[in-house]
């Protein structure tokens, strides 16, 4: 079994402990909830299926059952706090606590990398600017953005970006993209861009003023649609987001870095009845 620091998703090492188990012994879904002290015989396989969360007496009952102390009982309060948590708030704090435990013990958290990267808009503005502003120091960075960052901002995001194999340096003060793929656990991420998303949408605000219509392009639809509408939409702007994708890997040269936002979103809740069916 990996140690527990590696780990972000307490259900899937609840379930690759059972997986573990039951390779070495005859042990069951029943073995396993008595171990944890639970007198549902299915309690554990349905946590692991998350068909079940853990409570907080729950929680101290497996860390009891795993002899978890210290820093990996910390840890596996956290994860489950990450894995359960309703809101972004509870789940970033969660994440930290975990980080800062693992960074301590020095392990490296899977996907802790690609995280830092989507939960600043930092990080993917200077990826495109740095390599496009070969020499240039990251003050000159710095004032090339439209939204206000710091020269420290700039050189700190240069420097975790060549350290994790994003950007790499081709000579003083110059460098290029890696065709390294930025990825990581799938949770972890999915917060990060949520993150990144919000801080978008708030400069798509300020840009409605900040430039002319000849330098921004700013529409949007207002419509009723069905269930089926609403998934040939979302394939199309999915297209459409490949195309625009497919452009930009034939452009040779950066002039201006953009950010380009689909957004779709609900403005009322579903109808019920099919009488509002279309």
């Not at 002290?37 to 554990?44: E, K, L, T, Y």
């Not at 994860?79 to 309703?86: E, F, L």
């Not at 700039?154 to 003060?173: E, H, T």
Request: proline share 2%; with cysteine.
């Amino acid at each position: 079994m990996e140690s527990i620091l590696k780990y972000q998703d307490y259900r899937r090492f609840l379930q690759d402990f059972y997986d573990w188990k039951k390779r070495t012994s005859a042990f069951s879904w029943r073995d396993y909830s008595k171990m944890a002290g639970f007198a549902s015989p299915v309690f554990m396989k349905q946590v692991c299926e998350g068909k079940a969360n853990l409570g907080k007496k729950a929680t101290v009952k497996v860390a009891d059952a795993f002899n978890f102390v210290g820093m990996e009982r910390d840890y596996f309060f956290n994860m489950v706090t990450y894995t359960q948590a309703k809101t972004d708030e509870k789940r970033r704090y969660a994440y930290a606590e975990m980080q800062s435990i693992a960074n301590a013990n020095k392990v490296n958290l899977v996907g802790a990398e690609a995280y830092k990267y989507y939960d600043s808009w930092v990080h993917p503005v200077v990826r495109e600017l740095a390599p496009a502003m070969p020499g240039a120091m990251p003050k000159e960075i710095a004032n090339k953005c439209v939204n206000k960052v710091s020269a420290r901002e700039i050189m700190d995001s240069i420097k975790f970006q060549v350290d994790s194999g994003f950007l790499k340096r081709v000579g003083d003060s110059t460098y290029a993209q890696t065709d390294k793929l930025i990825a990581g656990d799938t949770q972890s991420i999915s917060l990060a861009v949520r993150s990144m998303n919000r801080q978008m949408a708030s400069f798509a605000v300020d840009a409605i003023d900040r430039f002319s219509a000849e330098e921004r392009f700013i529409s949007g639809i207002t419509m009723g649609v069905s269930n089926d509408a609403y998934g040939k939409i979302v394939e199309v702007l999915r297209k459409c987001r490949e195309q625009v994708q497919d452009i930009i890997l034939k452009d040779d040269k950066v002039e201006r870095v953009l950010r380009l936002n689909l957004q779709l979103f609900p403005l009322t809740q579903k109808l019920d009845g099919s009488e509002n069916e279309k």
